[in-house]
T-cell receptor, first 111, second 114 residues
Framework: KQEVTQIPAALSVPEGENLVLNCSFT??????LQWFRQDPGKGLTSLLLIQSSQREQTSGRLNASLDKSSGRSTLYIAASQPGDSATYLC??????????FGEGTQLTVNP | ETGVTQTPRHLVMGMTNKKSLKCEQHLGHNAMYWYKQSAKKPLELMFV???????ENNSVPSRFSPECPNSSHLFLHLHTLQPEDSALYLC?????????????FGQGTRLTVV
């Protein structure tokens, strides 16, 4: 059974800091890995999708890496802003159409 | 806007009520999903539909009944729910139903069972 773990559970940083969020998964047989952002009481916004054959993806200030063999992914946020405050979720796609989620990292960026 | 729209956004219902959640996607996707998000727990997959056919039922109690009349619409019919069913219910869609493509989520329906 696939399990996804995200560390840390919560993170508070001053504005402008670069930061890294971590995601690990137990079964390396994945199709892809997706990072999402969730604002309080809202749905999920897709940030980055990394296919199993890829090593990283970039979008603006966000960079996600994937090391499938070790079951790890990182989301790097450069020059953080208060508007980045949200919960960040990692999810892996395995057999069939199942997305398995981690519990998320709650990020607070202080002005 | 993600292209996936859920209604209503909030719902309060009694344990004897019957209600339905609606999801609509305008992305031309062929797969749609229901997820449940409870406090302090990861998102849990409930149902998967691919080309209007249910392809996965993740051991969900029968008081939750999904319906997919076409590839753009997905419903979740609710009856005789329990207070522990209170949660955020999220709908998602993807181009294909076998997990290789990006998933897009709606804003969710916050359900409270009283």
């Amino acid at each position: 059974k696939q399990e996804v773990t995200q560390i840390p559970a919560a993170l508070s940083v001053p504005e402008g800091e670069n930061l890294v969020l971590n995601c690990s998964f137990t079964d390396s047989a994945i199709y892809n890995l997706q990072w999402f952002r969730q604002d309080p009481g809202k749905g999920l916004t897709s940030l980055l999708l990394i296919q199993s054959s890829q090593r990283e993806q970039t979008s603006g200030r966000l960079n996600a890496s994937l090391d499938k063999s070790s079951g790890r992914s990182t989301l790097y946020i450069a020059a953080s802003q208060p508007g980045d405050s949200a919960t960040y979720l990692c999810a892996v796609s395995t057999s069939g159409s199942r997305l398995t989620f981690g519990e998320g990292t709650q990020l607070t960026v202080n002005p | 806007e993600t292209g996936v729209t859920q209604t209503p956004r909030h719902l309060v219902m009694g344990m004897t009520n019957k209600k339905s959640l609606k999801c609509e996607q305008h992305l031309g996707h062929n797969a749609m999903y229901w997820y449940k998000q409870s406090a302090k727990k990861p998102l849990e997959l409930m149902f998967v539909y691919s080309l209007e056919e249910r392809v996965e039922n993740n051991s969900v109690p029968s008081r939750f009944s999904p319906e997919c009349p076409n590839s753009s619409h997905l419903f979740l019919h609710l009856h005789t729910l329990q207070p522990e069913d209170s949660a955020l219910y999220l709908c998602a869609s993807s181009l294909q139903g076998w997990g290789t493509t990006e998933a897009f989520f709606g804003q969710g329906t916050r359900l409270t069972v009283v």
